[in-house]
C-alpha cells in the first residue's frame, strides 16, 4: 500500500515549453487534489477532482489543465510554462463525502518544478 | 471567506520540553474539520492530529494534543517530550464539513526546531 504518489519528484523546464505531473493512489479513496506550495505560504489548491469523472477549480487554476483518468490517477498538465509556476506541487486524495464521510486529505511525496 | 492564521513563523524547543504552536482560524460556518500537518524536510505533508468541531473534547496523539476553543477559533497544537524528529514546518488546515466541501484551507505554517 504505496499511498499517493507522485511523479516525477523534480524537473526543470523552459519558459514555454509543456508537461504533466502524474499522481496515483492506491487507497480507494474518490476525491483527488492538486496544490501548490510556495514560499511562505501554505498550500493552495488549483484544481480536484471530487469523483471519478468530475473536476473542478480551486483557487489558482490559471494556466493549469487536469486529467482524471480513471480512479485512481489524476493529472496535472501545464501548457506553457511559466516562470510564476516554480513551486512544489502536491497531489492528495481523500475518501470523499460519497463514501460518507472521510474528511482527511493524505498527501504524495511532492513534485518540485523549477521554470526559468 | 474562510482563513487560517499561524502568528508564530518560527519557534524553537529544547529536546525533552513541551512546547505550543498557535493557531486561529476564520468561517461563519459552524461544522468543520480542523488538522495539523507536519512537513520535515523530506516536504513530505504528514497528518499530525484532527478535531471535529463538533467534538469538545481534545483531540490526543501519543506526544501530540491539541487545545480546541470553538467559539474563540483557536486551535493550538501542544508537543510534550519534544524530539529532534519533530523539527518540521507545522501547518494548520480545515475544511467545512459541508456535501461538495474540497477545499482544505491552509495557514502559512510555523517552524519548529527542536535543539538537542
Known amino acids: 500500500n504505496a499511498g499517493v504518489t507522485q511523479t516525477p519528484k523534480f524537473q526543470v523546464l523552459k519558459t514555454g515549453q509543456s508537461m504533466t505531473l502524474q499522481c496515483a493512489q492506491d487507497?480507494?479513496?474518490?476525491?483527488m487534489y492538486w496544490y501548490r506550495q510556495d514560499p511562505g505560504m501554505g498550500l493552495r489548491l488549483i484544481y480536484y477532482?471530487?469523483?471519478?469523472?468530475?473536476?473542478d477549480k480551486g483557487e489558482v487554476p490559471n494556466g493549469y489543465n487536469v486529467s482524471r483518468l480513471n480512479k485512481r490517477e489524476f493529472s496535472l498538465r501545464l501548457e506553457s510554462a511559466a516562470p510564476s509556476q516554480t513551486s512544489v506541487y502536491f497531489c492528495a486524495s481523500r475518501a470523499g463525502w460519497l463514501a460518507g464521510g472521510g474528511e482527511t486529505q493524505y498527501f504524495g511525496p511532492g513534485t518540485r518544478l523549477l521554470v526559468l | 471567506a474562510q482563513t487560517v492564521t499561524q502568528s508564530q513563523p518560527e519557534m524553537s524547543v529544547q529536546e525533552a520540553e513541551t512546547v505550543t504552536l498557535s493557531c486561529t482560524y476564520d468561517t461563519s460556518e459552524s461544522n468543520y474539520y480542523l488538522f495539523w500537518y507536519k512537513q520535515p524536510p523530506s516536504r513530505q505533508m504528514i497528518l499530525v492530529i484532527r478535531q471535529e468541531a463538533y467534538k469538545q473534547q481534545n483531540a490526543t496523539e501519543n506526544r501530540f494534543s491539541v487545545n480546541f476553543q470553538k467559539a474563540a477559533k483557536s486551535f493550538s497544537l501542544k508537543i510534550s517530550d519534544s524530539q529532534l524528529g519533530d523539527t518540521a514546518m507545522y501547518f494548520c488546515?480545515?475544511?467545512?464539513?459541508?456535501?461538495?466541501?474540497?477545499?482544505?484551507?491552509f495557514g502559512t505554517g510555523t517552524r519548529l526546531t527542536v535543539i538537542p
Open positions: 477532482s471530487a469523483s471519478e469523472g468530475t473536476t
Open positions: 488546515a480545515f475544511i467545512l464539513d459541508q456535501t461538495g466541501a474540497n477545499n482544505l484551507f
Open positions: 487507497m480507494n479513496h474518490n476525491s
